[in-house]
């Protein structure tokens, strides 16, 4: 085994961070912009992640597809503090 994804492996890959990326569009949306991001800081994006991802690991052994849902949550939000961070950097 060389480590790599086989074909299966990344079709599935690809729907999660298209499942991600449309959360993160969904949250810009909703107001959560660079902006607002910016203004609160990758500290309280990450501590909304980790909430997030609470809930997922409560839900787990109850309701699955309510997990993934705040497992993709939780990931969209690390991705706007990736980008706050990004942001930062640029300045």
């Known amino acids: 085994m060389n480590g790599a994804l086989d ?3 990344m079709f599935k890959l690809e729907i999660v961070l298209e499942d991600i990326a449309a ?3 969904r949250q810009v949306a909703k107001g959560w912009t660079p902006e607002h991001d910016d ?3 990758a500290s309280h ?3 909304h992640a980790w909430d997030r991802a609470a809930s997922a690991r409560n839900a787990l052994m109850t309701d699955r597809e309510a997990a993934r849902a ?3 949550k939780s990931a969209a939000l690390l991705v706007a503090a990736a980008e706050a961070l990004d942001r930062l950097e640029d300045a």
């Open 7 to 9: 074909r299966r492996q």
């Open 70 to 72: 705040e497992i993709v």
């Open 23 to 25: 959360e993160r569009e």
């Open 45 to 47: 994006l990450i501590r």
């Open 39 to 41: 203004a609160h800081g």
